[in-house]
């Protein structure tokens, strides 16, 4: 039998070992690979390289909706450095499409193209230049069909159906075929509610489409093997859904598909999907070569998908003593071309429309369309970001109406552990919405007008327009607004989710060493450094090794839904269980006659040894372990299960947990200029226990500071005549600067769990929702404007709109 080599690159990530003498859970230890990234040092998957390799480009359609009429790739074929250029027609299997939930989406665009930037040809060359320059020479005749491109022109008689063919399990659920999902929620009588309301608000709300822009591009080296398969070095979220995909497209099976994590420059939702892992495969199977693919800045912007936008109508209606009585609402997310996850995005909109409050009488629809705008799928928020910008800024119209204090207001409604959500779900753990409003209102203030407190120490930075020399401050107002959010933790709706955690530990050298091996992404979350955490806790051992993610081991899962410390930390935290149960068993059996501790329950593993509770030293782990093989240990872990949610009525228990964050958000508005100052932006979040604090708190503060970027910069902006991007690059999309980053005090509430490994609840979205809507309550404070659109636009706050 022919034995199968893995040449390994250069770049290729290598074991990260941590020596501490603590360092368990609750500390903030430090990242293992912290000082690598700081100082350049770090191989991202774009810095791989091998050898003999070959260069990847693909090919985009220059047109949102055409049918393909002619394709010559003659003219890339021929220039020299060229090795191979493919199309759909060389695709080797029959399975020529993929798909996270739905398998609708082109490997290579087949006869139609359906969104700008869709890929239609592949190249490999010698040289990245030489691909580029052959990719240009194929020629693609295109004959442009008419656009879709809103609800109006998707659900319009005779509306050209972007996948007429569907057979995926929501297509009997929805009202025409370009609908992807539609999810209602129904809880109560809102006609009978609404007779009992004082005052009835509505609005309407429309959120921009938010880019992921994370700085590391799509990129990946695939490596063909001899065994005919082929080993594929990337920078993704979820190795395991890749090679699902991966696999039936090369016709291979997924043992064959061997994966391994690359080092990831970020990810949100981005990398959920497919870009580069299946081209380079093809490429690199069809040469015989290695090949490398890294998109720059502008195909980044076409090669993953984006944050739904979306188109909101709010109504709630209160009484005069400031109780809710109803909501209604409805939600159209725009999907794109393609599936990916919206699905799923429509179930987050859905069930959690409502917000963090206690409402009785609910009627929510929310739906995602086909289209052919960019593809839009996992961002971080999932859903609940666009829900949250509409039910706040009701919020903060409820109580203006009825002349109360904002905040109080909205603690008068706050949902708490025992709350029946719309979908009739209990919520079962702590739900701390009213204390974390408390403690985000009674922060000291920033100072005001700080550019004139400072003197000849004056910085026009504190300033709008900062550096640019706008103003003096002489049109400058301050504003001050509050918003609190409600996130799910995990994957919902009845998915298997789960992670996979293989545990060893031996003696080497005289010292017990323990090695984690778990296909988790490290995306910059911390999850190397808590899972080092968890099994120094758990083992008492202060060696610890942490191996490359791959997929020799089994899933662990997507690094999304704030899921990877509670669920592949609760993988790692039960195989080092079981592991200690086999030390103590090989100790008794070992020592079991010398002592009588031996036989007491309650036995522990620390600094190295087997101690009482006592803290008698009963044995080391070194003479334990001598003379016996390595115990190695796989487990898995599953968190409690959910159902689907009823497609009529929305009814079921559709979450494992929630997340709780709260904002206050502190401006400075230029009102003659439109230019917006964040002072400060304020957090409290209720973690159920940090892990790790410094960690803990840089997430928070990374999440909020995400959720300012859609407030006032961030947008993809779409033609509306042609359904092209307009700003595919880093000079024209905005993300914030450390400039436009504010002071980011945070408050950090520990309410355990009692269903979750440790206590712990996940921590990465919920900053995302809150910190979108406070801003635009302090932009609206300062200037009195209604402001129902994300991004903000200086003419938006001026009155030239």
Same mark, same amino acid.
């Given at each position: 039998?022919?034995?199968?080599?893995?040449?390994?690159?250069?770049?290729?990530?290598?074991?990260?070992?941590?020596?501490?003498?603590?360092?368990?859970?609750?500390?903030?230890?430090?990242?293992?690979?912290?000082?690598?990234?700081?100082?350049?040092?770090?191989?991202?998957?774009?810095?791989?390289?091998?050898?003999?390799?070959?260069?990847?480009?693909?090919?985009?359609?220059?047109?949102?909706?055409?049918?393909?009429?002619?394709?010559?790739?003659?003219?890339?074929?021929?220039?020299?450095?060229?090795?191979?250029?493919?199309?759909?027609?060389?695709?080797?299997?029959?399975?020529?499409?993929?798909?996270?939930?739905?398998?609708?989406?082109?490997?290579?665009?087949?006869?139609?193209?359906?969104?700008?930037?869709?890929?239609?040809?592949?190249?490999?060359?010698?040289?990245?230049?030489?691909? $580029?320059?052959?990719?240009?020479?194929?020629?693609?005749?295109?004959?442009?069909?008419?656009?879709?491109?809103?609800?109006?022109?998707?659900?319009?008689?005779?509306?050209?159906?972007?996948?007429?063919?569907?057979?995926?399990?929501?297509?009997?659920?929805?009202?025409?075929?370009?609908?992807?999902?539609?999810?209602?929620?129904?809880?109560?009588?809102?006609?009978?509610?609404?007779?009992?309301?004082?005052?009835?608000?509505?609005?309407?709300?429309?959120?921009?489409?938010?880019?992921?822009?994370?700085?590391?591009?799509?990129?990946?080296?695939?490596?063909?093997?001899?065994?005919?398969?082929?080993?594929?070095?990337?920078?993704?979220?979820?190795?395991?859904?890749?090679?699902?995909?991966?696999?039936?497209?090369?016709?291979?099976?997924?043992?064959?598909?061997?994966?391994?994590?690359?080092?990831?420059?970020?990810?949100?939702?981005?990398?959920?999907?497919?870009?580069?892992?299946?081209?380079?495969?093809?490429?690199?199977?069809?040469?015989? $070569?290695?090949?490398?693919?890294?998109?720059?800045?502008?195909?980044?912007?076409?090669?993953?998908?984006?944050?739904?936008?979306?188109?909101?109508?709010?109504?709630?209606?209160?009484?005069?003593?400031?109780?809710?009585?109803?909501?209604?609402?409805?939600?159209?997310?725009?999907?794109?071309?393609?599936?990916?996850?919206?699905?799923?995005?429509?179930?987050?909109?859905?069930?959690?429309?409502?917000?963090?409050?206690?409402?009785?009488?609910?009627?929510?629809?929310?739906?995602?369309?086909?289209?052919?705008?960019?593809?839009?799928?996992?961002?971080?928020?999932?859903?609940?970001?666009?829900?949250?910008?509409?039910?706040?800024?009701?919020?903060?119209?409820?109580?203006?109406?009825?002349?109360?204090?904002?905040?109080?207001?909205?603690?008068?409604?706050?949902?708490?552990?025992?709350?029946?959500?719309?979908?009739?779900?209990?919520?079962?753990?702590?739900?701390?919405?009213?204390?974390?409003?408390?403690?985000?209102?009674?922060?000291?203030?920033?100072?005001?007008?700080?550019?004139?407190?400072?003197?000849?120490?004056?910085?026009?930075?504190?300033?709008?327009?900062?550096?640019?020399?706008?103003?003096?401050?002489?049109?400058?107002?301050?504003?001050?607004?509050?918003?609190?959010?409600?996130?799910?933790?995990?994957?919902?709706?009845?998915?298997?989710?789960?992670?996979?955690?293989?545990?060893?530990?031996?003696?080497?050298?005289?010292?017990?060493?323990?090695?984690?091996?778990?296909?988790?992404?490290?995306?910059?979350?911390?999850?190397?450094?808590?899972?080092?955490?968890?099994?120094?806790?758990?083992?008492?051992?202060?060696?610890?090794?942490?191996?490359?993610?791959?997929?020799?081991?089994?899933?662990?899962?997507?690094?999304?839904?704030?899921?990877?410390?509670?669920?592949?930390?609760?993988?790692?935290?039960?195989?080092?269980?079981?592991?200690?149960?086999?030390?103590?068993?090989?100790? $008794?059996?070992?020592?079991?006659?010398?002592?009588?501790?031996?036989?007491?329950?309650?036995?522990?593993?620390?600094?190295?040894?087997?101690?009482?509770?006592?803290?008698?030293?009963?044995?080391?782990?070194?003479?334990?372990?001598?003379?016996?093989?390595?115990?190695?240990?796989?487990?898995?872990?599953?968190?409690?299960?959910?159902?689907?949610?009823?497609?009529?009525?929305?009814?079921?228990?559709?979450?494992?947990?929630?997340?709780?964050?709260?904002?206050?958000?502190?401006?400075?508005?230029?009102?003659?200029?439109?230019?917006?100052?964040?002072?400060?932006?304020?957090?409290?979040?209720?973690?159920?226990?940090?892990?790790?604090?410094?960690?803990?708190?840089?997430?928070?503060?990374?999440?909020?500071?995400?959720?300012?970027?859609?407030?006032?910069?961030?947008?993809?902006?779409?033609?509306?005549?042609?359904?092209?991007?307009?700003?595919?690059?880093?000079?024209?999309?905005?993300?914030?600067?450390?400039?436009?980053?504010?002071?980011?005090?945070?408050?950090?509430?520990?309410?355990?769990?009692?269903?979750?490994?440790?206590?712990?609840?996940?921590?990465?979205?919920?900053?995302?929702?809150?910190?979108?809507?406070?801003?635009?309550?302090?932009?609206?404070?300062?200037?009195?404007?209604?402001?129902?659109?994300?991004?903000?636009?200086?003419?938006?706050?001026?009155?030239?709109?």
């Amino acid at each position: 039998m022919k034995r199968t080599t893995r040449t390994v690159p250069a770049g290729t990530p290598a074991h990260v070992t941590q020596h501490h003498t603590g360092g368990g859970i609750g500390e903030s230890t430090l990242r293992p690979d912290g000082v690598l990234k700081v100082t350049g040092e770090f191989a991202y998957s774009s810095d791989m390289w091998h050898e003999d390799m070959l260069w990847g480009r693909t090919l985009r359609s220059t047109v949102a909706h055409a049918e393909i009429v002619s394709l010559d790739v003659s003219e890339a074929l021929a220039t020299p450095g060229v090795h191979a250029v493919l199309t759909h027609d060389d695709l080797p299997t029959a399975t020529k499409h993929y798909g996270l939930e739905i398998r609708d989406t082109p490997v290579l665009a087949h006869r139609r193209v359906r969104h700008h930037g869709e890929p239609v040809a592949l190249v490999a060359a010698d040289h990245p230049e030489t691909a $580029r320059r052959a990719a240009a020479r194929i020629k693609v005749v295109y004959e442009e069909l008419p656009l879709v491109t809103d609800e109006a022109s998707a659900l319009a008689p005779g509306a050209p159906l972007l996948h007429g063919d569907r057979d995926d399990h929501h297509a009997r659920h929805v009202p025409h075929p370009n609908v992807v999902r539609r999810q209602p929620v129904v809880r109560g009588d809102v006609a009978e509610a609404r007779r009992r309301a004082d005052v009835i608000v509505e609005g309407d709300y429309v959120f921009g489409m938010q880019d992921q822009a994370f700085l590391g591009p799509e990129s990946g080296l695939a490596v063909p093997a001899e065994d005919g398969g082929v080993d594929l070095y990337v920078a993704t979220q979820w190795l395991h859904s890749d090679l699902r995909q991966i696999a039936p497209v090369l016709g291979l099976p997924e043992e064959k598909v061997r994966m391994t994590l690359s080092g990831v420059g970020g990810a949100f939702g981005g990398r959920e999907d497919l870009s580069m892992q299946i081209h380079a495969c093809l490429l690199a199977l069809r040469t015989g $070569r290695p090949v490398k693919i890294v998109y720059d800045r502008s195909e980044s912007f076409f090669g993953h998908v984006h944050r739904h936008p979306a188109r909101l109508h709010y109504e709630h209606g209160a009484t005069r003593d400031g109780r809710l009585t109803h909501l209604r609402a409805r939600i159209v997310l725009d999907g794109g071309a393609y599936a990916s996850s919206s699905p799923a995005v429509v179930g987050n909109a859905a069930s959690l429309g409502a917000g963090p409050y206690a409402i009785d009488a609910v009627e929510i629809e929310a739906l995602a369309l086909y289209t052919n705008n960019p593809p839009c799928g996992a961002m971080r928020g999932f859903g609940a970001v666009q829900a949250c910008f509409a039910y706040e800024a009701q919020m903060d119209r409820l109580a203006k109406e009825l002349g109360m204090d904002p905040v109080e207001f909205r603690r008068i409604n706050a949902m708490e552990q025992g709350t029946v959500m719309p979908t009739g779900q209990v919520v079962d753990s702590p739900a701390p919405v009213a204390e974390l409003l408390r403690r985000v209102k009674e922060r000291p203030m920033p100072p005001e007008r700080q550019w004139e407190t400072a003197g000849e120490d004056a910085d026009v930075r504190a300033l709008p327009g900062g550096l640019s020399h706008t103003t003096h401050g002489e049109d400058v107002v301050r504003g001050v607004g509050y918003a609190v959010g409600i996130k799910n933790v995990g994957f919902s709706e009845g998915f298997d989710d789960y992670s996979t955690a293989r545990v060893v530990l031996r003696a080497v050298n005289g010292e017990p060493v323990v090695t984690v091996h778990t296909a988790m992404a490290e995306v910059g979350q911390g999850g190397v450094t808590v899972h080092a955490q968890i099994a120094r806790t758990e083992l008492g051992v202060a060696r610890v090794t942490i191996q490359p993610a791959d997929t020799r081991v089994g899933s662990a899962g997507s690094t999304s839904a704030s899921r990877q410390t509670y669920m592949t930390g609760g993988a790692v935290k039960k195989a080092c269980e079981a592991v200690r149960e086999e030390v103590l068993e090989i100790a $008794r059996r070992k020592n079991g006659a010398r002592h009588p501790a031996w036989a007491a329950a309650g036995l522990l593993l620390a600094d190295g040894g087997i101690v009482t509770g006592d803290g008698e030293v009963l044995a080391t782990l070194v003479d334990v372990l001598e003379g016996e093989d390595p115990i190695d240990v796989v487990r898995e872990f599953r968190h409690r299960p959910t159902v689907p949610l009823d497609p009529v009525t929305g009814r079921g228990g559709g979450h494992v947990q929630y997340a709780f964050a709260a904002h206050r958000a502190v401006v400075e508005v230029d009102t003659g200029l439109g230019l917006v100052k964040v002072v400060e932006l304020a957090t409290a979040q209720d973690v159920g226990r940090a892990l790790n604090m410094l960690s803990t708190v840089g997430q928070i503060q990374g999440g909020t500071v995400q959720g300012l970027g859609i407030a006032l910069m961030e947008e993809i902006v779409v033609d509306p005549e042609t359904a092209k991007v307009r700003n595919p690059s880093f000079t024209d999309y905005l993300i914030p600067t450390i400039l436009d980053t504010p002071d980011l005090p945070v408050d950090v509430l520990e309410l355990a769990d009692p269903h979750a490994p440790y206590g712990l609840r996940g921590v990465g979205e919920a900053p995302t929702l809150s910190s979108t809507p406070a801003v635009l309550a302090a932009i609206r404070d300062a200037t009195g404007r209604e402001l129902t659109r994300v991004p903000v636009r200086p003419e938006a706050l001026t009155g030239t709109q």
